[in-house]
């Protein structure tokens, strides 16, 4: 047993030695300046007030849209409420409506519009940094 162990270890490539000299990582690493201005423009995305704002509108824009679809809500929590785990089943056609309704006032393009329609209320919302 103990020449198979052996016979396998030869065959095993053998691990890769560790060097004294450190190898360069040039092409891995890149330069400082290059790091700070990716940092930035990752920074500048995250920061800024104009997508805050209009994240805010989102939201506002998602709760009217589920107050606009409110009905089919509550139905759903009826019948969610009367089945049980059996909800899945039972009240597939209610939880489309629901699906429909959002997808119908809670769509990109229909966001889209509502922006370009509040264009002053965003622009009031942006706040404006001082150079």
Do not use: W
């Not at 360069?24 to 700070?36: L, M, V, Y």
């Not at 929590?77 to 809670?106: K, T, Y």
Request: charged residues 40%; hydrophobic residues 25%.
């Amino acid at each position: 047993m103990s020449q198979n162990i052996r016979r396998l270890e030869r065959s095993l490539p053998t691990p890769p030695t560790m060097s004294a000299q450190p190898q360069s990582n040039e092409a891995t690493t890149p330069n400082r300046s290059d790091a700070g201005q990716i940092k930035d423009e990752g920074r500048e995305s995250r920061l800024s007030f104009r997508r805050f704002a209009e994240h805010k509108m989102k939201r506002e824009f998602k709760e009217a849209a589920i107050k606009k679809c409110d009905e089919h809500l509550k139905e759903f929590g009826q019948c969610a409420q009367d089945n049980g785990l059996l909800v899945v089943f039972r009240c597939r056609e209610l939880n489309r409506r629901i699906n429909d309704c959002m997808r119908e006032h809670n769509s990109e393009e229909k966001f889209q519009a509502y922006l370009k329609e509040n264009q002053e209320e965003l622009e009031r919302r942006t706040i404006r940094s001082k150079d």
